[in-house]
């Protein structure tokens, strides 16, 4: 009898793995580098006795010296059988790492996996003061402090939740949009994806996207809420790279002095649902879509997609996890075919 119900358990598991498991990902290559930084000169510290370890003998430390920072941390997939024209490179939002595009919060295939599936080459970052980049000191170099969020802050801010006050740590009590897809259940895991930022450090940040730009070669561009306004501007630098801008609810533009520079790079636009529920989203929309129509005015191409208009409803900020993400992604992957940026 356990010898059945041990079979039982067997066939039920093997069952479930063939039914969720995906074809294997077959690549020629994976790596990372940094990019980007400068050296910077610090004086005028004392030396401090620190003890690396309990227990352990102190060392002199002397803070004064030559230092390290505003690097950028990338890593890169390469398919073994390229679709993509270009390589495809994710830029992540504000107080957020590359992990955005990894994984779901409830553990489905992140963007990352779904483009990789398509045959694009993937390059993934942390930007400048995030994750794998780095830290530097503060106020020295990095200026001001950095800013810290609450668990509740994401939920009530990024149209997970129903505006301010819809959080609860039990999550049958969150006040969750109206037929929302995000994930509640992983919630939890969305917020340990948080990392300190600063808003002092944009320039550094656009200058390592151009390192990278100029490392990778010619691109397309994915990026993500604060970084609107790093994927506008890094593509004014050079338009001769940058062959497609694909903004993810852009919270901030490009330089509206150079529309022109971006009138050769076709751009998509993508906003998702409930902006019009928000204190903040409808003015940031618009300003998004007001720089789409003066990148029109000035003879470039700008498709601006509202999801809850093509069928797709439920949308957060953080579209990327939510449920159908993979429907998202879909349009997406259309809208570059579309443009003729796969290959036969």
């Known amino acids: 009898m356990r010898r059945l119900a041990i079979a039982s358990a067997a066939a039920v598991l093997m069952a479930s793995t063939v039914?969720?498991?995906?074809?294997?990902?077959a690549l020629r290559d994976m790596g990372s580098f940094h990019v980007g930084g400068r050296l910077v000169v610090i004086t005028g510290k004392p030396v401090k006795d620190v003890t690396f370890t309990p227990g352990g003998v102190p060392a002199k430390v002397d803070p004064n010296g030559t230092y390290q920072v505003?690097?950028?941390y990338v890593q890169y997939f390469l398919p073994q059988n390229e679709k993509g024209a270009y390589p495809l490179l994710l830029w992540h939002g504000g107080g957020l790492t590359g992990v955005t595009y990894e994984t779901t919060p409830d553990g489905r295939e992140g963007w990352l996996n779904y483009f990789l599936r398509k045959g694009w080459s993937v390059y993934n970052s942390d930007a400048v003061e995030r994750g794998r980049a780095g830290w530097a000191q503060y106020p020295d170099i990095f200026k001001g402090e950095p800013v810290f969020l609450t668990t509740a802050n994401p939920f009530e801010r990024f149209r997970i939740g129903d505006g301010p006050g819809s959080y609860d740590p039990d999550p049958a009590?969150?006040?969750?949009?109206?037929?929302?897809?995000?994930?509640?259940?992983?919630?939890?895991?969305?917020?340990?994806?948080n990392v300190p930022r600063w808003t002092?450090?944009?320039?550094?940040t656009i200058a390592a996207y151009i390192a990278e730009i100029d490392r990778v070669g010619p691109c397309i561009i994915l990026f993500h809420s604060q970084a609107g306004t790093f994927g506008f501007k890094v593509a004014q630098a050079r338009p001769d790279k940058v062959k497609a801008l694909i903004a993810i609810e852009p919270a901030g533009v490009g330089?509206?002095?150079?529309?022109?520079?971006?009138k050769n790079i076709p751009t998509l636009m993508v906003y998702g649902d409930y902006i019009e529920r928000d204190s903040r989203w409808p003015k940031i929309r618009a300003t998004g879509v007001a720089f789409a129509d003066a990148i029109r005015a000035a003879g470039g191409s700008v498709d601006v997609v509202?999801?809850?208009?093509?069928?797709?409803?439920?949308?957060?900020?953080?579209m990327m996890m939510d449920k159908n993400?993979?429907?998202?992604?879909?349009?997406?992957?259309?809208?570059?075919e579309g443009k003729g940026l796969t290959r036969k």
């Open 19 to 25: 039914t969720h498991a995906a074809e294997p990902i």
């Open 70 to 72: 505003e690097q950028m």
């Open 173 to 193: 009590k969150r006040k969750l949009m109206p037929g929302s897809q995000f994930p509640n259940e992983g919630y939890e895991n969305f917020v340990k994806q």
């Open 200 to 204: 002092t450090n944009d320039d550094a």
């Open 255 to 262: 330089d509206p002095a150079k529309v022109d520079a971006l």
């Open 306 to 318: 509202d999801l809850p208009t093509v069928g797709i409803k439920g949308n957060s900020h953080m």
């Open 325 to 336: 993400n993979a429907e998202v992604a879909g349009l997406i992957q259309t809208w570059l």
